[in-house]
């Protein structure tokens, strides 16, 4: 009789504390952001004398809670971040690569062709994109910059013309209040100028789409946020240049996601049985003393 005790505890002990130790992740966030841009023209009808060629950098970055954050830089091409549960896309992949797999980030960046002023047009790509089933944080970031510096002999104008294709995605599956999909990406060109002491900034914003924009989506619940596949051709409005003034002009690019997931936990399959096995121990429990009375 002792001996069918213990093992009705050991059944209730077994069954219950395993059942609630169980866990299985229901909800999921998701984030895509990427923008290309080809036949980038930087133009200027202002006599200039370039000092340096074109200084670019590509700066990519991921993180993903339990993993180790991956920062990439390079001139013009550096390495896809990746962080998370493989596989990775392969380099310079800017479709893409959806809602599977495990938690995971990327950013990637490319500059295929410096834009030259009065040359060559550019064509430049970046992408930011994250998933996450079972973590609670992640980040991704794509960015590439551009850098000119001049001396101006005699007084024009600067303009910067486009041809773009821009696409974000935030979505929340089955999540809780304070589950977050953010997507944004930017575009943003500085003129400086020094004569030698400063002697005022300007900033272009491109018209008639500003190649800045985000959305997001949150908890609880299922949501889906996007903007795009978006396609067209943008220019600044033009800015000053006077003779005898010195220039630096930067044009910087971002494609950027952010992901929070809130969980709450629910029993896996396996758990089901152990749980079953907790409640049959609790009736045979009731049955011994059911008989003893």
Not at 55 to 75: D, E, K, L, M, R
Not at 77 to 103: C, H, I, M, R
Not at 213 to 236: E, F, H, K, M, R
Request: glycine share 10%; charged share 10%.
């Amino acid at each position: 009789m002792r001996f069918v005790r213990m093992l009705i505890s050991v059944a209730i002990v077994a069954g219950l504390g395993l059942g609630l130790s169980g866990e299985a992740n229901a909800s999921s966030v998701y984030a895509y952001s990427q923008q290309r841009l080809t036949n980038f023209a930087i133009d200027t009808t202002a006599t200039i004398s370039v000092l340096t060629a074109a200084n670019t950098s590509t700066f990519n970055s991921a993180s993903v809670t339990g993993f180790a954050p991956a920062v990439q830089v390079g001139a013009t091409d550096a390495l896809q971040a990746y962080s998370g549960a493989p596989p990775a896309p392969a380099e310079n992949t800017f479709t893409p690569k959806g809602q599977v797999g495990a938690s995971w980030a990327r950013g990637d960046a490319l500059i295929t062709t410096i834009p030259v002023i009065n040359g060559v047009n550019g064509s430049m790509r970046n992408v930011a994109e994250g998933f996450l089933s079972s973590l609670p944080n992640g980040d991704g970031l794509g960015q590439w910059s551009l850098s000119y510096e001049f001396d101006v002999t005699s007084t024009g104008s600067l303009s910067m013309t486009t041809d773009f294709l821009n696409e974000l995605t935030a979505q929340v599956t089955a999540s809780l209040a304070g589950a977050n999909a953010t997507a944004s990406f930017s575009l943003t060109v500085n003129l400086i100028c020094t004569n030698p002491s400063p002697c005022g900034n300007q900033s272009g914003v491109f018209a008639p789409n500003d190649l800045n924009d985000a959305t997001s989506q949150n908890g609880p619940g299922n949501g889906l946020s996007q903007v795009g596949p978006t396609s067209g051709t943008s220019s600044i409005t033009p800015l000053s240049l006077v003779a005898g003034n010195h220039y630096v002009l930067t044009v910087n690019a971002d494609e950027h996601i952010s992901l929070q997931d809130v969980t709450a936990p629910i029993p896996e399959p396996g758990t089901w049985m152990l749980m079953g096995t907790g409640l049959l121990g609790l009736l045979g429990y009731g049955w011994q003393r059911k008989r003893i009375a």
